[in-house]
């Protein structure tokens, strides 16, 4: 009997943005550890080399650090440019920048009276709005033009990041979940318009994992206290824990791949059920 083994994402070469942070660095040395080539793509370029340096050391060395910044479409530009004169193509695009911001966070979940105006959605700042909202939508969407451009002659994938305020408001947050909801939205409205293209977008949505942009609303100035939001969180996550960057793994691997070639414009929550719970 011959055994047949799936390439998985094996000699494709993939974008991510992003991809000095914590979930998708560690995305990024497992898709390396499958065999395919990593263009790193930071607004932190000096990070972004750092963590190449630090994957060489490894033996992963099919990577090249890009400093970009996802909402100015002139140096994702330049970034595409280097990455065909390595490469010669682009087969997949991680959406992986993005996250919240204090900025555009309201202090209280919810209004009462003797609340004070700053701490609630009276408070929030154009700008701070603004911020989280622009980093995280129109920094998907600029990346899939550039990069998508690319994936015209011969098909690709790609993969966005999406989040549980995507499917229900979470307090706090308006303008990180405005923007999520609009990226799932997204995802299907590129999913429809490409797939003539052999194109395929999707999108994960991770549930709580603690990484830099949320560790304020989940955890006490102590790093391991949970604060009440993070025990409401764990207390409606049925698996009762938060998830580790490597819970992605499995799920991004997946829809990249050619066993996925059937599947485009969906959203798939990697979220220890989060999502299918009511809290009752
Ligand atoms: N952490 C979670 O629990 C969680 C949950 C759901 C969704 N997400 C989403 O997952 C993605 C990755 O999150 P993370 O927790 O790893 O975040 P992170 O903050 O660790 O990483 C984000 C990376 O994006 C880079 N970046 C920021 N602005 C940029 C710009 N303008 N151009 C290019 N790069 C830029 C940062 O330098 C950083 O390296 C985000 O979209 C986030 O919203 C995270």
């Not at 900025?103 to 105006?117: D, I, R």
């Not at 706090?172 to 405005?178: F, R």
């Not at 830099?212 to 009762?240: C, H, S, W, Y």
Request: glycine share 10%.
């Amino acid at each position: 009997m011959k055994i047949v083994k799936d390439k998985g994402v094996e000699g494709k070469v993939i974008v991510c943005t992003g991809a000095a942070g914590v979930l998708c660095s560690s995305m990024t040395e497992d898709l390396l550890k499958h065999g395919a080539k990593v263009a790193v793509l930071d607004l932190r370029g000096d990070v972004a080399k750092q963590f190449c340096a630090k994957l060489a050391k490894k033996g992963l060395t099919q990577t090249l650090a890009i400093e970009a910044n996802v909402l100015d479409k002139a140096s994702l530009e330049a970034a595409c440019k280097a990455i065909l004169k390595k490469w010669k193509r682009i087969d997949v695009l991680i959406n992986g920048a993005g996250g919240n911001h204090p900025k555009g966070t309201t202090p209280a979940e919810q209004m009462t009276k003797g609340t004070p105006l700053e701490d609630t959605f009276f408070g929030l700042t154009p700008e701070g709005f603004e911020f989280v909202n622009k980093l995280n939508l129109v920094g998907t969407i600029l990346p899939c033009q550039v990069f998508c451009k690319e994936m015209l002659k011969k098909g690709g994938a790609v993969l966005n990041f999406c989040s549980m305020a995507a499917y229900q408001p979470l307090t706090k947050v308006a303008a990180y979940g405005a923007a999520k909801a609009g990226i799932m939205n997204f995802t299907r409205f590129l999913a429809t318009h490409l797939a003539p293209m052999g194109i395929r977008v999707n999108a994960l949505a991770p549930g709580f994992f603690i990484t830099n942009q949320n560790r304020f609303l989940m955890l006490e100035k102590d790093g391991k206290t949970l604060t009440a939001r993070g025990n409401k969180v764990i207390a409606k996550t049925p698996m009762r824990k938060f998830g580790q960057p490597s819970d992605l793994h499995g799920a991004a691997r997946f829809l990249l791949s050619d066993e996925a070639s059937f599947i485009t414009g969906v959203t798939l929550p990697v979220d220890g059920g989060f999502v299918c719970y009511s809290g009752v």
